[in-house]
């Protein structure tokens, strides 16, 4: 395994605080893709994950159509949505870290779909193993190949992705806001810096590919850190984003029971058109985007739609007993039969999950649309 020597100094976190009734002024508060002021209540809702007391408001933007957490919240009032939650990106379990096994199948989809050269079979026999086995097997979080670069994940949790990664090859460092959390990769061998992008202060020019999975919506300013993104990215590199969409026909069937809102710990929620345009005024360009999501979202959705109708009809004492859900662990046979059917929703684009690939410009105003 292989990882660079990044420094991996923790932050020191600050205490937990109660929330105050009001954070910021209204009139001040700005949109962080066009910097306009003007915009318009959105969809009101609560934290259904993880019980964090409060009711929290989006809005979204006249002029850019950007939705954000409105009034956005202060750091203090941040890293307390997170503490204590459980949050699934910081947990270590028995498999996080176990040996990694590439089978022979997998190995042949490797290297012909993904160009791990070094893996599987040059062969006629081992182009038609992989197009047999590409729709079987499992290639979630695969990067292809770029030849031994390096590359940097944002937000990277306890590391269980670049632990992988580093096991395919690639030159692996990450960085983690949660102190914990970060000190279990490194505990590991993985060189994981805790902190911000902003605050790591990496060399410019430094990574082939920047890894950034479920981390944009998260952040108080998607601008300022894309920015610093642009700048640590060499010529030819590339960004992979995951990330909601809110245009998603689930959001709008579901309203403020999608599970991908997860308020209030989503700031941000984009379009296709807007993570473009966010692009492009970084000096980067939306090079492929589409939709990867399955039946997941939408059965949790359900779940969360099952429990307000309870809430409504009965009050909080029927919700405890309401019966479960249809939970993708406890019915599998419906999360198989979705499959197909959602399969075609992310082809029309109207899925959940957005993937993004970006690439750099060498003119920031010469971005894509």
């Not at 490797?110 to 160009?115: C, F, T």
């Not at 810096?193 to 790591?200: I, K, N, S």
């Amino acid at each position: 395994m292989r990882t660079s020597n990044l420094s991996a100094q923790p932050c020191r976190r600050s205490p937990v605080r109660s929330f105050p009734t009001v954070r910021h002024d209204p009139a001040n508060v700005r949109c962080d893709l066009c910097g306009g002021a003007e915009r318009d209540e959105f969809i009101r809702g609560r934290d259904r994950q993880h019980g964090v007391p409060g009711e929290w408001s989006l809005s979204r933007c006249r002029g850019c159509s950007l939705v954000y957490l409105d009034p956005p919240p202060t750091p203090e009032e941040i890293a307390g949505f997170y503490r204590g939650v459980g949050y699934y990106a910081y947990e270590e379990s028995a498999r996080t870290f176990r040996e990694v096994r590439v089978s022979r199948l997998k190995r042949h989809v490797l290297r012909h779909w993904y160009g791990y050269a070094r893996l599987g079979l040059a062969t006629r026999l081992g182009r038609i193993m992989a197009g047999a086995a590409r729709g079987i097997v499992s290639t979630r979080n695969v990067i292809p190949w770029r030849g031994e670069g390096r590359l940097l994940d944002v937000g990277c949790g306890v590391g269980s992705v670049i632990w992988r990664l580093a096991a395919l090859g690639w030159t692996v460092e990450g960085v983690e806001m949660d102190a914990a959390a970060a000190e279990v990769g490194r505990r590991h061998g993985l060189a994981i810096a805790t902190g911000t992008l902003e605050e790591t202060a990496l060399p410019d020019a430094s990574f082939d590919v920047i890894r950034m999975s479920h981390v944009l919506e998260h952040l108080p300013s998607p601008s300022r850190t894309l920015a610093e993104v642009r700048r640590l990215l060499r010529p030819g590199g590339v960004v992979y984003l995951n990330l909601p969409d809110i245009s998603a026909w689930n959001f709008r069937l579901f309203r403020s029971c999608w599970f991908p809102l997860e308020l209030p710990r989503h700031l941000f929620h984009f379009t296709p058109q807007t993570i473009a345009r966010l692009a492009k005024k970084c000096g980067l360009r939306l090079a492929r985007l589409s939709h990867n999501s399955g039946p997941g979202k939408f059965l949790e959705s359900w779940q969360y739609l099952r429990e307000e109708r309870a809430r409504a009809a009965a009050g909080k004492a029927a919700l405890a007993a309401a019966p479960p859900g249809p939970r993708m662990q406890d019915r599998r046979w419906l999360a198989v039969a979705l499959k197909i059917p959602f399969r075609m929703v992310d082809l029309l684009g109207r899925g959940d999950i957005m993937e993004c690939e970006l690439e750099p410009v060498a003119d920031p105003n010469a971005g894509g649309p």
